[in-house]
């Protein structure tokens, strides 16, 4: 176990003796409970499945961009693990043969407008460009569509992708109620 994960057990179990609510470490207002389980652990621990290669450091950084982002983007840090999960089985270094990049596999051409700092690849970057563009499709088409333009974009020709992520989100929905 990293000395900051240790560090943040032993924050949160103090605040639970001292029947304090734990301060929100990531400062985005991110609530990391839902129903019952820790979601922030079970997402390092469905990463950490997807891709055993990721070190401590990449899967914190990892969980805190997801954490972050899907608050700040107002999206379901489930949703936003699994599109994860589909698009790029956790391999931050992925590439598809079109071109997208990353965690979330952006299109470098449409981070570029977005005016956010690092590029394509970076965690951080990726992250936050894929939770903006899912948030934007969600608003203007629905949860169902939005998900499925994710992937095909304005011309949804299946519901293929969206039962993936669907799949991959019930999956992380039931390892938190075991």
């Known amino acids: 176990m990293t ?17 304090r609510a734990p301060a929100d470490p990531l400062g985005a207002g991110t609530d990391v409970s839902f129903g019952g389980g820790d979601v922030s652990a079970d997402i390092v621990r469905r990463l950490d499945q997807l891709n055993p ?14 954490l972050r982002y899907s608050a700040k983007y107002a999206l379901d840090p ?12 956790a391999r931050p270094w992925a590439r598809s043969p079109k071109g997208a990049l990353g965690l979330m596999q952006v299109m470098p051409y449409m981070i570029n407008p977005m005016g956010l700092a690092g590029n394509a690849s970076t965690i951080e970057t990726n992250i936050e460009a894929g939770c903006m563009i899912l948030a934007d499709n969600i608003r203007r088409l629905g949860e169902s569509d939005g998900i499925s333009a994710y992937f095909w974009g304005g011309n949804i020709r299946g519901v293929t992708y969206l039962n993936r992520v669907r799949a991959a989100r ?3 929905q039931g390892q938190i109620r075991s």
């Open 53 to 66: 290669h990721l070190t401590d450091a990449q899967l914190e950084r990892i969980r805190v961009a997801i």
């Open 170 to 172: 019930d999956r992380l």
């Open 3 to 19: 000395r900051a994960r240790v560090i943040v057990i032993a924050l949160f179990a103090a605040c639970l003796l001292s029947g």
């Open 78 to 89: 489930l949703l936003v693990t699994a599109v994860i999960e589909v698009e790029s089985a």
